[in-house]
């Protein structure tokens, strides 16, 4: 077996363990920049995924530690499909996808990695996108560097409003 040396993952596998809810953390944090966060709503926060699917992946969670869509209120969830319509605009102009993905995974047996805190997955898709690495190798390369990503939507979401 082929190994390819990933040493980010580790914190994700550490952080996986820790008490607690890393998007409220995220939330009560005042440090944006450091934690990716791109836009903040009256009801929900815009960040990058810190352990992407594919280059210029994103989610949208409300504010309100819930773990189902029903447990939000109607404009909770306006401003989830608002931000998200706003950063697929500002993804078409900086990272010029083919495609999106969006997504919910509500509860584990869904596939939640995160079951007690409802987010909305914003992943960019290109043709070709899924190639040898991950079928074969089951590896994903992610081209661009997550400051990088967030500097350029965040710039292209500004000019937007």
Same mark, same amino acid.
């Given at each position: 077996?082929?190994?390819?040396?990933?040493?980010?993952?580790?914190?994700?596998?550490?952080?996986?363990?820790?008490?607690?809810?890393?998007?409220?953390?995220?939330?009560?944090?005042?440090?944006?920049?450091?934690?990716?966060?791109?836009?903040?709503?009256?009801?929900?926060?815009?960040?990058?995924?810190?352990?992407?699917?594919?280059?210029?992946?994103?989610?949208?969670?409300?504010?309100?530690?819930?773990?189902?869509?029903?447990?939000?209120?109607?404009?909770?969830?306006?401003?989830?499909?608002?931000?998200?319509?706003?950063?697929?605009?500002?993804?078409?102009?900086?990272?010029?996808?083919? +495609?999106?993905?969006?997504?919910?995974?509500?509860?584990?047996?869904?596939?939640?990695?995160?079951?007690?805190?409802?987010?909305?997955?914003?992943?960019?898709?290109?043709?070709?996108?899924?190639?040898?690495?991950?079928?074969?190798? +089951?590896?994903?390369?992610?081209?661009?560097?997550?400051?990088?990503?967030?500097?350029?939507?965040?710039?292209?979401?500004?000019?937007?409003?």
């Amino acid at each position: 077996m082929k190994r390819i040396w990933a040493p980010w993952r580790m914190k994700y596998i550490l952080k996986s363990r820790q008490k607690g809810c890393f998007l409220c953390d995220i939330i009560k944090a005042s440090r944006d920049q450091r934690n990716f966060v791109l836009q903040r709503g009256q009801f929900c926060i815009l960040l990058l995924n810190r352990y992407p699917y594919n280059n210029g992946h994103l989610m949208v969670a409300p504010y309100k530690h819930a773990d189902a869509l029903e447990s939000l209120a109607p404009e909770e969830t306006a401003e989830m499909m608002r931000l998200a319509s706003g950063v697929c605009r500002a993804l078409r102009k900086c990272l010029k996808p083919d +495609g999106f993905n969006l997504g919910l995974n509500i509860g584990a047996a869904a596939g939640a990695g995160l079951k007690d805190h409802l987010h909305l997955h914003i992943v960019p898709r290109w043709e070709g996108d899924t190639n040898f690495m991950p079928v074969l190798g +089951g590896v994903k390369i992610i081209p661009q560097p997550l400051e990088e990503v967030w500097r350029k939507l965040r710039k292209a979401l500004n000019s937007d409003q």
